[in-house]
């Protein structure tokens, strides 16, 4: 079982930066990958940055060069850093483990981006 809880949403004017955190419930060894998804009204979810266990990560074509995920090893947190935000990027942003074949989602936390 894994819990994950996520904090750092909120109002932030175009481009401007937020950095969510995702607390993890264990050793971020001990999961395979760690993601950020996010789902916008009327739209469905999608993978935004992702980060496996080695380290090795992966963003959707919309972030690139703007996002960056990385992770601490010693206070099991996953952070996305989100610079030079768009109105485009307003959604409920989601962190996600996979462990094997099991996934495990937070509660989400919502980012609005609006002049």
């Known amino acids: 079982q894994v819990q994950l809880v996520e904090s750092g949403g909120g109002l932030v004017q175009p481009g401007g930066s937020l950095r969510l955190s995702c607390a993890v419930s264990?050793?971020?060894?001990?999961?395979?990958?760690m993601a950020w998804y996010r789902q916008a009204p009327g739209k469905q979810r999608e993978l935004v940055a992702g980060?496996?266990?080695?380290?090795?990560?992966n963003y959707v074509d919309s972030v690139k060069g703007r996002f960056t995920i990385s992770k601490d090893n010693a206070k099991n947190t996953v952070s996305l850093q989100m610079n030079s935000l768009k109105v485009e990027d307003t959604a409920v942003y989601y962190c996600r483990a996979a462990v094997g074949s099991y996934v495990y989602w937070g509660q989400g936390t919502q980012v609005t981006v609006s002049s």
């Open positions: 264990r050793s971020l060894f001990s999961i395979d990958y």
């Open positions: 980060v496996t266990v080695g380290g090795s990560t």
